[in-house]
């Protein structure tokens, strides 16, 4: 049997174009539904692994962004002359990396 899928299946239409081109293929209804059973299922974990990678993401930039944050200040307080301005770069350094 070739299960190959030209497309993802987006919604329930795509889902019932493929049942029914197996359906040409195979004359067991229960055959079907277990095939079109387990497309739903790789698709919902597809569609989890997408929702993980996603918030994974979103950690790492904001990661990232404190990464910067953090080597600004580190600049900042290395470039300055000023000991009242080293002392507040110092502090928002430190607020930063607890």
């Known amino acids: ?3 190959r899928i ?3 299946p987006k919604n329930e239409d795509d889902l019932n174009e493929i049942s029914n081109q197996l359906g ?3 004359d067991n209804p229960e055959d ?3 095939i079109v059973a387990e497309l739903i299922g790789e698709l919902q974990s597809i569609e989890n692994r997408l929702t993980q990678s996603e918030t994974d993401a979103k950690k790492l930039k904001e ?3 404190k990464i910067y944050l953090v080597l600004s200040k580190m ?3 290395i ?3 000023n000991e009242e301005d080293k002392i507040k770069n110092l502090k928002d ?3 930063l990396l607890r």
């Open 1 to 3: 049997m070739d299960l």
């Open 6 to 8: 030209p497309k993802i």
């Open 24 to 26: 040409h293929e195979h």
């Open 32 to 34: 079907l539904e277990h």
């Open 63 to 65: 990661e990232i962004s």
């Open 75 to 77: 600049i900042l307080l």
């Open 79 to 81: 470039s300055s002359n």
């Open 93 to 95: 350094l430190l607020s």
